[in-house]
């Protein structure tokens, strides 16, 4: 159960194209992320595949089974959306109960799927509460909860975790990807973030102007991406991009180095910069130097006690090395 299949799917509104045709094939059990920047047709592709918008051509297949044309109640897919929209006058155990009741289940079959999710999400000791009574993170697992108790053939994530802080994030994205691995169910999950795409991902689908630009696991896209595009969103920091003779030299229109890929020297090396801005994290330094092929970024570790105007020498490790022809595709 949960595989899904897109066969020339596209969509328009009115003359404008949003997504050219595309195929897409996503495995039962697999954690699929749709990254790519704003406007870039991630959610409105999530909403295909839900049914809450029509497609303007091409098939949709759940499970084998032609879908186009299906209602979502029919698509048996669950939705989590970037707001929570709980009721706020019903307690937590109200909510995650409202699909149940609306589909008429008895009350045995409602009381222990809720009990059930509830035991998942670590929220048995908040079913008397209302949302108004929980943090946002718990809001979101309420949310979730409402999701897993109709047992669908996929989970459908959009952004949901854009309106938590920078450490609720974080616990949650752990906690979606430790559900994931609980629930072994097919979960396409849509964000703009590549660091929440490459630490939950099983397969990453980056996303440019409706296009797929390219699928693969996590290291696939980190290590060998096909284009520019990819090479420059995957990655962070994000990689370094240089042209003219220094990338000719290497027979390329332009040349990418990752700033982890970079050694730092105070002495030699083969670009002469000047540190710009330093950020002192702890574990890592980010120097951001000026040289002769630009401002160039670079990882180093937490030691490194580098700050601004003092002179360096950079030296790319070439195996690292990526180069770009004239068009941004990988040489």
Known sequence: ?????????????????????LDLHINEGEFVVFVGPSGCGKSTLLRLIAGLEDVSGGEIEI????????????????????????????????????????????????????????????????????????????????????AIVREPAAFLFDEPLSNLDAALRV??????????????????????????????????????????????????????PRNRFVAGFIGSPKMNFIGGEEAAKHGADTIGIRPEHIAISTSEGAWKGTVGVSEHLGSDTFLHVETDHGVINVRGDGEVSLHAGDA??????????????????AI
């Open 171 to 224: 616990n949650m994205r752990l906690e979606i990807s430790e559900l994931h691995q609980k629930l072994k169910t097919t979960m396409i999950y849509v964000t703009h973030d590549q660091v929440e795409a490459m630490t939950m991902a099983d397969k990453i689908v980056v996303l440019q102007a409706g296009r797929i630009e390219q699928v693969g696991s996590p290291l696939e896209l980190y290590r060998s």
């Open 1 to 21: 159960m949960g595989q899904i299949t897109l066969k020339g799917v596209r969509k328009a509104f009115g003359d404008v194209e949003v997504i050219p045709p």
């Open 63 to 146: 499970d084998g089974q032609p879908s186009t044309d299906l209602p979502p109640a029919r698509r048996g897919l669950a939705m989590v959306f970037q707001s929570y929209a709980l009721y706020p006058h019903m307690s937590v155990k109200k909510n995650i109960a409202f699909p149940l009741k609306m589909a008429k289940a008895d009350q045995a079959t409602i009381d222990r799927k809720v009990e059930n999710a509830a035991r998942i999400l670590n929220l048995t000791d908040y079913l008397d509460r209302r949302p108004g009574q929980l943090s946002g993170g718990q809001r979101q697992r309420v949310a979730i909860g409402r």
């Open 312 to 329: 360096v020498f950079l030296t790319p490790d070439l195996n690292q090395l990526h180069k770009f022809d004239a068009e941004g595709l």
